[in-house]
């Protein structure tokens, strides 16, 4: 295949659409959360999780903002009873 007639945008999309599939499969994630073309339009990213307006963009190992799933729950009383 020629590289070059690849048309990137349905690439895209099958892979989202698989990628959705399987981030609902076990009812980790609802479909809200994994709805691609409206977290698009947010401004939000891979590489910007959080969205544009965070002074350190947000970045999953770097942003004070980003907290994971199991630590959140434990705050909330949810965890592992620390």
């Not at 990628?19 to 590489?47: C, K, N, P, R, W």
Request: charged share 15%.
């Amino acid at each position: 295949m020629d590289p070059q007639s690849a048309n990137l945008g349905m690439c895209w999309a099958q892979g989202a659409a698989q990628a959705a599939q399987a981030l609902q499969a076990h009812g980790l994630f609802s479909a809200a959360e994994v709805d691609f073309e409206d977290i698009a339009g947010t401004g939000v990213t891979m590489y910007i999780p959080l969205g544009p307006d965070y002074g350190d963009n947000g970045r999953v190992g770097v942003s004070k903002d980003i907290i994971p799933r199991a630590a959140a729950d434990g705050a909330a009383g949810g965890g592992n009873g620390e």
